[in-house]
């Protein structure tokens, strides 16, 4: 057996080491051939280096070209890259068009041109582009480079950022509710919006403001060096409180304009939706716990409307008491904050106004066209998505909420990432 043994291990070894010599003979034949092939391009003055002149790169495609072998394998003898090769073979075509071949590439962002006309557009206002905005989003930089006739990438336009020193910066803070039935409210909640029929409705229901018209601080790029000052003692040219409604199921908008925030103004908002809903089996208010959501006169109202046996009928879902972060409409708000208020200066109440209109208008028709229930951020507004989730900050950490004149010093200085340097006061929600 010991004889047996031997001998057939004697054979593996031997046959492990001719399957080693025919592998580097392979490997030495395929190094002869990029040396032969390294050797020809510098025979004829072409070098192997990170950019290639005009010249070279004709010279390369004429290598390739004249080839008896497929162009793929002959590429990568040579060690280039066939998306590099077909890009050259084009753009050596349309600058003999054009007479404009020269020694060397450019790419977009080293191009002065695309830089200033990058930040051309830095400096100016969304809405000078057609844009409902009053601060800049990476998306509608290119879609406004591109209708200057200078289409940029997204990176590019991050790398010439960045590259001039530029940041984006935030601040986080976090909520917690000290309801003791916390865990009751949130479970009746939850019951509701898991057993909702086609014929009911729930509203999220809240109310934004007031804020000031006037220059407003906000998140913004800003050069190396230098901070965009807000004045902070300023004359306001009026104030909006928004009233609004965000039915879940089909992610629609209800606004409108208040005085103040009072029972009468709920009132209202319940009237106009019993009426607009009217077709609806059942529908549910579901907000925070201000005095005037829970008043006797509000009370009053809705079992007055319930006993007259008209439709829809109205039930109430009040949220856990300091509980905004479930309140779902607070993530629509946060996002037509960033978009509308943040980095504006309106020159009068009916111009933001109507800039909040459009939002609030353009949102629906997308959700009309794109039916969804909340809680989906295809729509790319919302800064937190609008969904109801116990995990779920909809009230944004982000967005500066406090538009109400402080003691202090005279000016409040908006920092590189936008943020105030001081502190913010108490909300005024």
């Given at each position: 057996?010991r004889?047996?043994?031997?001998?057939?291990?004697?054979?593996?070894?031997k046959l492990?080491?001719?399957?080693?010599?025919t592998?580097?003979?392979?490997?030495?034949?395929?190094a002869?051939i990029?040396?032969?092939?390294?050797?020809?391009?510098?025979?004829?003055?072409?070098?192997k280096?990170?950019?290639?002149?005009?010249?070279?790169?004709?010279?390369?495609i004429?290598?390739?070209?004249?080839?008896e072998?497929?162009k793929r394998t002959?590429?990568?003898?040579?060690?280039i890259?066939?998306?590099?090769?077909?890009?050259?073979?084009?753009?050596?075509t349309l600058k003999?068009?054009?007479?404009?071949?020269?020694e060397?590439r450019h790419?977009?962002?080293?191009?002065?041109?695309?830089?200033?006309?990058?930040?051309?557009?830095?400096?100016?206002?969304?809405?000078d582009?057609?844009?409902?905005?009053?601060s800049?989003?990476?998306e509608?930089i290119?879609?406004?480079?591109?209708?200057?006739?200078?289409?940029?990438?997204?990176?590019?336009?991050?790398?010439?950022?960045?590259?001039?020193g530029?940041?984006f910066?935030?601040?986080?803070?976090?909520?917690t509710?000290t309801?003791?039935?916390?865990?009751?409210?949130?479970?009746?909640?939850?019951?509701?919006?898991?057993?909702?029929?086609t014929?009911e409705?729930f509203?999220?229901?809240?109310?934004?403001?007031?804020?000031?018209?006037?220059i407003?601080g906000?998140?913004?790029y800003?050069?190396p060096?230098?901070a965009?000052?807000?004045p902070?003692?300023?004359?306001?040219?009026?104030?909006?409180i928004?009233?609004?409604?965000l039915?879940?199921?089909?992610?629609?908008?209800?606004?409108?304009?208040?005085?103040k925030?009072?029972?009468?103004?709920?009132?209202?908002?319940?009237e106009?939706?019993?009426?607009?809903?009217?077709?609806?089996?059942?529908?549910?208010?579901?907000?925070?716990?201000?005095s005037?959501?829970a008043?006797?006169?509000?009370?009053?109202?809705?079992?007055?409307?319930?006993?007259?046996?008209?439709?829809?009928?109205?039930?109430?879902?009040?949220?856990?008491?300091?509980a905004q972060?479930?309140n779902?409409i607070e993530?629509?708000?946060?996002?037509?904050?960033?978009?509308?208020?943040h980095?504006?200066?309106?020159?009068?109440?009916?111009?933001?106004?109507r800039a909040?209109?459009?939002y609030f208008?353009d949102?629906?028709?997308?959700?009309?066209?794109n039916p969804q229930?909340?809680?989906?951020?295809?729509?790319g507004k919302?800064?937190?998505?609008?969904?109801?989730?116990?995990?779920?900050?909809?009230?944004?950490?982000?967005?500066?909420?406090?538009?109400k004149?402080?003691?202090?010093?005279?000016q409040?200085?908006?920092?590189?990432?936008?943020g105030?340097t001081?502190?913010?006061?108490?909300?005024?929600?």
């Amino acid at each position: 057996m010991r004889p047996r043994q031997t001998s057939k291990t004697n054979y593996l070894d031997k046959l492990r080491d001719e399957v080693i010599s025919t592998q580097k003979a392979i490997i030495q034949r395929q190094a002869e051939i990029i040396e032969t092939c390294k050797a020809i391009l510098k025979s004829r003055g072409i070098i192997k280096q990170k950019r290639y002149s005009d010249k070279q790169k004709e010279e390369i495609i004429a290598i390739v070209e004249s080839t008896e072998k497929s162009k793929r394998t002959k590429l990568k003898e040579l060690g280039i890259n066939s998306g590099s090769y077909y890009y050259w073979r084009k753009e050596i075509t349309l600058k003999r068009a054009t007479n404009e071949l020269s020694e060397q590439r450019h790419y977009k962002f080293e191009k002065e041109e695309y830089k200033s006309a990058l930040f051309s557009i830095l400096h100016s206002p969304p809405k000078d582009f057609g844009f409902n905005r009053a601060s800049w989003r990476l998306e509608d930089i290119h879609a406004a480079m591109k209708s200057k006739g200078l289409p940029l990438g997204h990176n590019y336009i991050c790398r010439i950022i960045k590259d001039a020193g530029y940041r984006f910066r935030s601040a986080k803070k976090v909520l917690t509710s000290t309801d003791p039935n916390y865990r009751n409210k949130l479970k009746k909640i939850t019951q509701i919006l898991s057993n909702l029929k086609t014929n009911e409705k729930f509203f999220s229901i809240d109310e934004y403001g007031p804020f000031a018209i006037k220059i407003q601080g906000g998140k913004s790029y800003v050069p190396p060096g230098k901070a965009r000052v807000v004045p902070q003692l300023q004359k306001s040219k009026g104030f909006l409180i928004i009233t609004a409604a965000l039915e879940l199921s089909s992610n629609q908008i209800v606004h409108f304009y208040s005085k103040k925030k009072d029972t009468d103004e709920m009132i209202k908002l319940l009237e106009l939706l019993i009426s607009k809903y009217s077709n609806e089996k059942r529908i549910y208010f579901s907000w925070d716990a201000a005095s005037w959501h829970a008043s006797k006169k509000f009370k009053q109202a809705v079992d007055e409307h319930n006993k007259s046996k008209k439709l829809p009928k109205v039930k109430l879902a009040p949220l856990p008491a300091c509980a905004q972060f479930l309140n779902v409409i607070e993530s629509v708000f946060s996002g037509m904050a960033k978009a509308i208020i943040h980095n504006s200066d309106y020159q009068s109440v009916d111009e933001c106004a109507r800039a909040i209109n459009r939002y609030f208008s353009d949102r629906n028709k997308f959700y009309i066209q794109n039916p969804q229930k909340a809680g989906n951020k295809i729509w790319g507004k919302e800064r937190v998505e609008p969904r109801f989730s116990e995990s779920n900050n909809c009230k944004d950490p982000q967005y500066l909420h406090n538009f109400k004149q402080t003691k202090g010093s005279r000016q409040q200085c908006i920092g590189a990432y936008g943020g105030a340097t001081n502190k913010p006061s108490a909300t005024n929600r």
